[in-house]
């Protein structure tokens, strides 16, 4: 269900200060070039497999920390202390730009052709496919993988994961078309449409053509089915440039705008996938943020600590803890989000409150995960210059760990990102209360919408301030 607001609009869904980036002569020759975006796909795929290569059997050396020797190896470093933080933040500020040059696109691609030239007439995903449910179970698991596995932390698993990838992308592509490894596969699918519904970057049609005019695409022209002469949010298109190839020059333009352009389409009601994704997020990102601050941490893990001695199962911890961070609190976070909007008011069924607020909740949750980002990336960066030295890492632990070296200091203080999390997290509210009211423009009280958003938005400010 969508409720589409006309505020801020202008010519063609444009807001005054939007940039047609398709009008700069270098940047439309670019997007509508046949060796765009392969020419940064093919480079970014080889990286891709020489981290699987390097990472392969690597486990972390005796009488070295683990989080240490992430930071050593270079295949750890880049994948989960570099990348991962820098594609939250770019969903966030530039929607899905990361699927333009995503390397796993070019293989599900690959397979496609595979299939072509085997005389295999593939048929295209299934819409129950394609609605986001495996890609919250891919997440789920992944995340499950963090703390029970060790995943970020092991080079060996992360090679593993990283082939799954590949395989995985490889295999769905030979058995489906039309991009089905992106729309119904892609563990991050959900993440990247979710917290870029708001981004700068944005695929829109152009304003209404004179008579006689050439059309603009349509849905047969777009490899990901969908229809870009009706594109009016971000979720779905993955800033392919196919658009731009097949389009009349002047039917299609890339903006650059303000975030969270009020010309968007709003949903009134999030899908359920969406919904469950930010709802496993939202826990997600409460642990990461209470990583950050001792006091918080041990807090937030007396419960799993409590279980796993109760239960008796050691080796079992991590998992233990993947459950309480992945369903207990998200299931305790939505209660009392659900909670407080029965009290400010609202009628509804809670299943239909938690989809009513979930994408309002993700502008929140976002922040939180962008906050932990930047701590993140701020002290794991400066490991780069070792680990492209020592790739494997172990010799640069090990010099660590017996003080023959010294850590590289972080490239900010904890206070900086701590203080930059809470200015983020603030913002994120007022524009997540801005959001709750232009998806529904109709009903009255809308300030019920900004109580719990202000809850969890004070929570996570509160835990983010405790860096310091």
Known sequence: MKAHTGAGEGEGGMES????????????????????????????????????????????????????????????????GIWWPLMVWGAFWLGRAWCLVCPLELVNNLGERAASRTGRSAPSLPRHLAG??????????????????????????????????????????????????CRGFCPVGLLLGTYGRGGMVAVR????????????????????LLHPSRLSDNADCLVCTHCFKQAPAGSMRLLL????????????????????FVMVASGFVSSELCSEWA????????????????????????????????LVVPGLIWLVLGGILRLAGEKAPLPELW?????????????????????????????????????????????????????????LSVQTASWAGVALVALALIVAVREYRLARPEAPGIQRGAWPLATLAGGYGFVIAGWN
């Not at 891709?48 to 992430?70: C, E």
């Not at 941490?297 to 419960?303: P, S």
Request: net charge positive.
């Open 295 to 326: 006091a918080a941490k041990k807090v937030y893990l007396a419960a799993p600590k409590w279980a796993t001695a109760q239960a008796g199962w050691q080796a079992g911890a991590g998992w233990i803890e993947g459950v309480w961070t992945l």
């Open 355 to 411: 989809r009513r607020i979930a994408l309002p909740v993700a502008v929140v949750v976002a922040a939180g995960h962008l906050s932990k980002g930047l701590a993140k990336l701020i002290s794991w960066v400066q490991f780069l210059p070792g680990a492209i030295s020592d790739p494997a890492g172990r010799e640069t632990a090990r010099a660590i760990t017996h003080h023959k070296v010294t850590a590289p200091a972080p490239v």
């Open 132 to 181: 986001g449910a495996v890609i919250l179970v891919l997440y789920f698991g992944l995340q499950m993988l963090v703390p029970g596995a060790g995943l970020h932390r092991t080079p060996a698993y992360t090679a593993w994961f990283l082939l799954g990838l590949v395989t995985l992308a490889l295999t769905v592509g030979f058995v489906w078309r039309d991009r089905a490894f």
């Open 17 to 80: 200060g939007d940039i047609d980036l398709m009008r700069r002569p270098a940047v439309s020759a670019l997007l509508r070039a046949a060796w765009f975006p392969r020419i940064v796909q093919w480079p970014l795929l080889v990286l891709f497999l020489s981290f699987i290569v390097v990472g392969w059997g690597l486990l972390p050396p005796a009488g070295v920390n683990d989080k240490l020797y992430a930071r050593s190896n270079l295949v750890t470093l880049v994948v989960w």
């Open 257 to 276: 705008r303000r975030p969270f352009s009020a010309t968007d389409q709003r949903e009134s009601l999030a899908s359920w996938p969406v919904t469950g």
């Open 205 to 224: 049609p152009a304003p209404h053509q004179p008579a006689g005019a050439p059309a603009g695409p349509d849905v047969r022209s777009c490899p990901s």
